[in-house]
């Protein structure tokens, strides 16, 4: 066998030849001298294998030492490119720099002015504030005594008329504006509050009953004795303002039979 046939040989030929000679060593028929032929040629063999894994090595070798030198050609390119971008933006961020600090003094001086504009505009709407609180506080105050006339007005047209002594007295309103009647309450009982209230105009009257109170009195009653029957009556008037009229009833017994009459009325805005 020559260089070019070894040469010529896959690694898997190479191994069986290795393999081929190496077996001999364990046949006893072989003498001695045959046995170191065939540890020469295994070794040859296994020379050539381990010769080529080198050269494949150095060529790897080789391939990943010239990568690498093109990535650090690369890497000095880009850190030269950077530094070029970085001066670059440097001088852009001076200049542009220069312009925004000019349009800030700009800024700052049509700040200035706008703001003692709108100090000035403040104090006059101050001032304006202050005028239309006064007025309102007038309006308010016509309002109050206008609103003060209009319940005594209501206290003036509220009338009570009584029976003879049955439980029963009547309502008459004697007032030129609409009022509604929505509800009672007679001695610290529970409101009644009806769901339609009964409208009082003048004239009309709105009767009540209240038989049932006056029994219960009488049963604790003398004759000749007194007891007073408070009372409360919710209204509204046509603009949504709430009334509460109050007043108490005084009830006389005599006999079987009683007197009942009233005080004065008294009329204040409550909500109820």
Not at 21 to 39: F, N, P, R
Not at 124 to 137: I, R, V, W
Not at 158 to 164: G, I
Not at 202 to 225: A, P, W
Request: charged share 25%; proline share 1%; hydrophobic share 40%.
């Amino acid at each position: 066998m020559n260089i070019e046939q070894l040469s010529t040989m896959t690694e898997s030929e190479l191994h069986a030849r290795a393999n081929a000679h190496l077996e001999h060593l364990d046949s006893e028929t072989e003498s001695h001298q045959d046995k170191q032929h065939h540890v020469t040629q295994a070794q040859l063999y296994l020379a050539e294998l381990d010769r080529r894994k080198q050269a494949q090595e150095r060529t790897e070798s080789g391939k990943i030492a010239q990568r690498d030198y093109k990535l650090e050609i690369w890497v000095i390119v880009l850190i030269g490119a950077e530094l070029v971008l970085a001066i670059v933006a440097i001088l852009f961020g001076w200049v542009e720099g220069k312009k925004q600090m000019d349009v800030l003094d700009k800024l700052n001086q049509s700040s200035a002015a706008t703001a003692a504009t709108l100090t000035a505009v403040r104090r006059a709407q101050e001032g304006s504030l202050d005028t239309q609180k006064h007025t309102l506080e007038n309006i308010i105050t016509m309002n109050d005594a206008l609103q003060e006339q209009i319940d005594w007005n209501f206290a003036d047209v509220l009338q009570m008329n009584f029976s003879s002594g049955d439980g029963r007295f009547s309502l008459v309103y004697r007032g030129r504006t609409n009022l509604f009647l929505w509800g009672s309450r007679f001695d610290g009982e529970s409101p009644v509050i009806q769901q339609k209230a009964a409208a009082l105009t003048l004239g009309n009257r709105y009767d009540f009953d209240i038989s049932r109170i006056q029994k219960r009195l009488f049963e604790k009653m003398t004759e000749g004795s007194h007891a007073q029957i408070p009372f409360e009556l919710y209204l509204r008037a046509a603009n949504g303002t709430k009334y509460v009229a109050k007043a108490t009833l005084m009830l006389t017994r005599q006999k079987d039979n009683g007197m009942i009459w009233c005080e004065t009325i008294v009329i204040t805005r409550k909500q109820w």
